[in-house]
C-alpha cells in the first residue's frame, strides 16, 4: 500500500477546501436570495447621533407592529454618504435610509434610489402644506418622503459656558447680539483666563462655510450660499461676506478664537464646549442634543443667544429653503409597504416628543418645543428661529426642471469655508479678490450646467434664478 | 522528465496559484483598468448613468491648481522625509548593529512598535498630543515660557509637522533595511581595517559606505516610493488643511471621489491616473536601482 505523499496531501486539501468554499457560497446565496424584506428584516440607516438611542428604540418598539423585525443602523454622517454610495452599487440598500445623499429628487429617482410612499391620511393631516413640494418631496405628483425638521433653524447660534461666562462677571442669559459687545465679551472671558471661543473651520470647512453664509445674510446680503435673490447673480465678493469674515479675522488676530480651532471639525470643537475646555461656541440649533450626547454635565451649564449681527439693533433674518424629505424608501425594497409605515410612524405622538427632547433639528410644529421638558437654552434658540428664520425663494420651485442643473454642478473650491481658514491663517491676503474668484468659478459652473441641461432638453433658463419681487423679513410664497 | 509530468507539474502549479491570480486580478488588476475607463466618464458614483467625455476629466485636472498644489505638497513631503528617513535610519542601525551595545533587541523593537500600529491611530492620537490649547508638548512649552504652538494648525508647520511623525512612524522599516544591510558587510574587514590603525571615521567612509552603496540606492527608491502612500496619517492628522497646504495628491483625489456633495468620479479617476504615472515612473526608477543594485554587489565581489 503506497502512503500519501505531501503532494497529494496538499492536493486533496485544496479539493477539500475548494468544496468547503463552494458549499459555504452555495448556501450563503441561498440565503442572500431570501433575504431582506422575505426574511421579516426591515432595514434602516441613518445618520442622527443625537437621535440614535430614540431609533434603537423605536425600532424595538416598531417591530411587532409591522410585523417585521426592524434593524436600525447609526451611520456617522461624514461617512454615511460613501456608506450608501457602496450599498447602492452593490445592490445593498437598506429599506429606509436618511436623506444625506446630495443628489437632487429626479437624480434619485432616476437612479433608482427611492421608492414612492403613501403616507396614511391621519398622519398627512399633521404636516404642513409647505412640506410638500414638487421637484424637492414630490416629482409628477408622486411622493418620496416629507421632512420631520423644521426649515426654521440655524447653524450659527451663539452657545455659551454659564459657569464661565458668569466668573467672567458676563451674563449668560443676555448674550451680546452685536459684533463689539460680542468682541469686549470674549476679550472678559480671556482676561478670567478662560479660553473664549471655538469654532469649527477644519476638516473640510463645510461648517464654517454655513455659518459665514448665514452671518452674511444678517450682514445685509440679501440671498443665499452667494446667490442673490433679486438679481439671481453670484456675489460672494458682498460687502457682507467681506464684512464677516473680517470680522473672524479680528477674533483670530486679537487670540480670541481657541488655538486649534482652524483645524477643529464640528465635533472636534463641540466636544471642547461640552468638556467646558471653552467658553463660547458658535453652532447650530442642535448643539445642545449634540454636547449632551458628548458630555451629560454641560445641559445645566447651556445658555445661548442668536447670530450675531455687525451693529446692534440690526434684524437678525435668515433664509432658508424647503426641506426635503428627510428619510426615503429604497427603491430595491422587497417590504416598501411596511418602510412607508415605518416612516409614517415618525410622526406619531411619541416619536415626535422623543425628538423634541432629543434637542436636535427642531420638529415643523415648533409649538411641540415650548411645551417640552428641554432645557431653556434649547428653547430660546428655536423661540429665536421661529421669529427670525424666513422661507427664501428657490430655483427649483419656481421650475422643477431645475433639478437637472443641480445634478450636472461641480463642487467649486476653494469655497467661502477654506477662504475663511485660508485668510485667518495668512495663506490669503486679497480677502476680496478671493471671493470674487469664486463669484465667477460658481458663476461659471452654473452657466456648464445650465448649457449641458439645455442640450438634454431641460427647459431651463438663468432667469429661473431671478426673483425681483422678494422681500427680506418675509417668508417667500409661502402656502397660505 | 515526461511532457505529461511536465503538464501534470504546471497544472499543480497554477492550481496554488490560482487564489493569488483572482484576488490580485479583482483587487488590483480590476480596479486599476476600471479607474482608466472611468477618468474618461462623468459620473458621480451614484447614478447609472455614465457618460463618456474623453480626456475632458483629464483637462479639468490639468487646469485646476489645486491639482498642481497637492502634486506640489506630495512632491515637497517626498524631498521632507526622504533624506530623514533614509539617513537618520541608517545611523542608528549602525549604532543598533553594534555587538557590545545592551539591550540591542529592546531597543530595536522598540524603535519598530510604531510600524506595527495602525497609521489612522496615530494620526489621531497625535492630534491630542499636539492640541496647542490642551496638549502635552504645547503645557510644558508655554509652561518654559514658549506659548502654545499650533503643530497642525499653522500653515508653515503642518507639513513639516507630519513629516516628522511619519519618520517616526517607518523609522523602523528603513531600520531594519539597513540592518540587514550591515550585517552583509563581513565583520573580518573592520577587524583587519583597525589592526591597520584606521579609526571609526575611516571604517565608516572606506568600508561601510563603499560597500552600502548598492543597498542605498535600493533603500533609497523603496522609500520614496512608499512616501506617495501616505493618506491615512496625512487624513486623520489634518484632513489636507490648513488650507491645502497638507493636501496630497491622495487626499485631493479622495476630496473628489467621496467628500464633495455630488462625487465627481471620473475628475477623481483621472487625476488617480496621472498619479499613477507618477509612482510608476518611480516604479520603473525602482526596478533600475535594483539592477544598478545588483551590478555594483557582482562588482564588488
Given at each position: 500500500m503506497t502512503g500519501m505523499t505531501r503532494r497529494s496531501l496538499l492536493g486533496a486539501s485544496v479539493l477539500t477546501a475548494v468544496g468547503a468554499a463552494t458549499g459555504c457560497?452555495?448556501?450563503?446565496?441561498?440565503?442572500?436570495?431570501?433575504?431582506?424584506?422575505?426574511?421579516?428584516?426591515?432595514?434602516?440607516?441613518d445618520h442622527f447621533s443625537s437621535f440614535k438611542r430614540l431609533n434603537d428604540d423605536w425600532a424595538k418598539t416598531q417591530s411587532p407592529s409591522l410585523k417585521t423585525n426592524v434593524a436600525h443602523t447609526y451611520y456617522d454622517a461624514s461617512k454615511a454618504t460613501q456608506a450608501f454610495q457602496l450599498a447602492h452599487q452593490a445592490n445593498k440598500m437598506p429599506d429606509v435610509y436618511s436623506n444625506v445623499i446630495g443628489l437632487p429628487l429626479p437624480a434619485l429617482v432616476s437612479g433608482k434610489w427611492v421608492h414612492e410612499v403613501t403616507i396614511p391620511a391621519d398622519i398627512k393631516s399633521k404636516l404642513p402644506k409647505d412640506a410638500f413640494t414638487e421637484g424637492i418631496t414630490q416629482l409628477d405628483g408622486k411622493l418620496?418622503?416629507?421632512?420631520?425638521?423644521?426649515?426654521r433653524q440655524s447653524s450659527t447660534l451663539v452657545w455659551v459656558n454659564k459657569d464661565h461666562w458668569s466668573k467672567a462677571g458676563l451674563d449668560p442669559n443676555n448674550v451680546p447680539t452685536d459684533y463689539t459687545a460680542f468682541k469686549d465679551a470674549l476679550g472678559k472671558l480671556k482676561s478670567a483666563g478662560i479660553q473664549p471661543l471655538t469654532l469649527a473651520i477644519g476638516a473640510d470647512g463645510g461648517r464654517i462655510r454655513d455659518q459665514v453664509d448665514d452671518m452674511a445674510q444678517t450682514a445685509g446680503f440679501p440671498g443665499y450660499q452667494g446667490l442673490q435673490f433679486t438679481t439671481g447673480e453670484y456675489a460672494y465678493h458682498h460687502d457682507a461676506y467681506v464684512t464677516v469674515i473680517e470680522f473672524l479675522k479680528q477674533l483670530n488676530d486679537d487670540k480670541l478664537i481657541m488655538p486649534g480651532s482652524n483645524n477643529f471639525g464640528v465635533v472636534d470643537a463641540r466636544t471642547r464646549y461640552a468638556s467646558g475646555a471653552v467658553g463660547t461656541f458658535i453652532d447650530g440649533i442642535w448643539c445642545a442634543g449634540g454636547s449632551k450626547a458628548l458630555a451629560?454635565?454641560?445641559?445645566?451649564?447651556?445658555?445661548?443667544?442668536?447670530?450675531?449681527?455687525?451693529?446692534?439693533?440690526?434684524?437678525?433674518?435668515?433664509?432658508?429653503?424647503?426641506?426635503?424629505?428627510?428619510?426615503?424608501?429604497?427603491?430595491d425594497s422587497k417590504n416598501p409597504d411596511a418602510a412607508g409605515k415605518l416612516i409614517a410612524s415618525f410622526m406619531s405622538d411619541d416619536y415626535q416628543k422623543g425628538m423634541v427632547e432629543a434637542m436636535d433639528q427642531p420638529p415643523l410644529n415648533l409649538d411641540l418645543v415650548a411645551s417640552s421638558n428641554v432645557v431653556d437654552a434649547y428653547k430660546k434658540g428655536v423661540e429665536y428661529c421661529k421669529k427670525n428664520v424666513f422661507l427664501m425663494p428657490q430655483a427649483i420651485v419656481k421650475n422643477p426642471s431645475i433639478a437637472k442643473v443641480d445634478a450636472l454642478r461641480k463642487p467649486v473650491t476653494p469655497h467661502v469655508g477654506n477662504i475663511v481658514q485660508g485668510y485667518?491663517?495668512?495663506?490669503i491676503k486679497d480677502l476680496k479678490a478671493e471671493l470674487k474668484k469664486l463669484s465667477d468659478a460658481t458663476a461659471a459652473d452654473r452657466a456648464q450646467a445650465l448649457q449641458k441641461a439645455k442640450a438634454a432638453g431641460a427647459k431651463v433658463s438663468e432667469a429661473d434664478y431671478v426673483f425681483s419681487d422678494w422681500k427680506p423679513g418675509q417668508d417667500y410664497g409661502a402656502a397660505k | 522528465m515526461t511532457s505529461r509530468s511536465v503538464r501534470l507539474k504546471t497544472t499543480w502549479i497554477w492550481i496554488f496559484l490560482l487564489p493569488t491570480v483572482v484576488l490580485y486580478g479583482v483587487y488590483t488588476i480590476y480596479p486599476i483598468i476600471a479607474s482608466y475607463w472611468y477618468s474618461l466618464v462623468e459620473w458621480n458614483g451614484f447614478d447609472a448613468d455614465q457618460k463618456f467625455v474623453g480626456l475632458s476629466n483629464y483637462r479639468e485636472v490639468f487646469a485646476d491648481p489645486l491639482f498642481w498644489n497637492s502634486f506640489k505638497v506630495t512632491l515637497f513631503f517626498m524631498l521632507l522625509v526622504v533624506p530623514a528617513r533614509v539617513l537618520l535610519t541608517l545611523l542608528l542601525a549602525m549604532i543598533l548593529n553594534s555587538p557590545k551595545l545592551p539591550l540591542i533587541g529592546l531597543l530595536r523593537s522598540a524603535f519598530f512598535i510604531p510600524?506595527?500600529?495602525?497609521?489612522?491611530?496615530?494620526?489621531?492620537?497625535?492630534?491630542?498630543?499636539?492640541?496647542?490649547?490642551?496638549?502635552?508638548?504645547?503645557?510644558?512649552?508655554?509652561?518654559?515660557?514658549?506659548?502654545?504652538?499650533?503643530?497642525?494648525?499653522?500653515?508653515?508647520?503642518?507639513?513639516?509637522?507630519?513629516?516628522?511623525?511619519?519618520?517616526?512612524?517607518?523609522?523602523?522599516?528603513?531600520?531594519?533595511?539597513?540592518l540587514a544591510a550591515l550585517q552583509t558587510i563581513p565583520y573580518e574587514l573592520y577587524e583587519a581595517a583597525r589592526i591597520d590603525g584606521a579609526g571609526t571615521g575611516q571604517l565608516f567612509r572606506h568600508i561601510t559606505v563603499p560597500m552600502l552603496k548598492p543597498f542605498l540606492i535600493i533603500i533609497t527608491v523603496l522609500t520614496i516610493e512608499e512616501t506617495f502612500h501616505n493618506f491615512d496619517l496625512m487624513y486623520t492628522l489634518t484632513g489636507g488643511g490648513p488650507y491645502f497646504h497638507t493636501e496630497i495628491i491622495e487626499i485631493y483625489i479622495y476630496r473628489w471621489a467621496f467628500a464633495a456633495s455630488i462625487p465627481q468620479l471620473g475628475h477623481a479617476s483621472a487625476a488617480a491616473v496621472i498619479f499613477g504615472l507618477l509612482v510608476a515612473v518611480v516604479g520603473a526608477v525602482q526596478l533600475w536601482g535594483v539592477y544598478a543594485g545588483r551590478r555594483l554587489r557582482g562588482d564588488q565581489r
Open positions: 457560497s452555495s448556501s450563503s446565496s441561498q440565503s442572500g436570495s431570501t433575504s431582506g424584506g422575505a426574511t421579516g428584516t426591515l432595514d434602516w440607516w418620496y418622503g416629507f421632512p420631520m425638521f423644521s426649515f451629560p454635565t454641560i445641559v445645566d451649564k447651556l445658555a445661548s443667544g442668536q447670530i450675531l449681527v455687525p451693529t446692534s439693533g440690526t434684524n437678525p433674518w435668515c433664509y432658508r429653503g424647503r426641506p426635503a424629505a428627510t428619510y426615503f424608501v429604497s427603491a485667518l491663517g495668512g495663506s | 510600524v506595527v500600529t495602525t497609521t489612522a491611530i496615530i494620526g489621531v492620537v497625535m492630534r491630542f498630543i499636539l492640541d496647542p490649547a490642551s496638549g502635552p508638548i504645547s503645557t510644558a512649552l508655554t509652561k518654559l515660557g514658549f506659548g502654545g504652538v499650533d503643530f497642525l494648525g499653522d500653515q508653515h508647520l503642518a507639513l513639516p509637522t507630519a513629516a516628522v511623525l511619519y519618520v517616526w512612524k517607518f523609522f523602523g522599516v528603513t531600520m531594519i533595511y539597513w
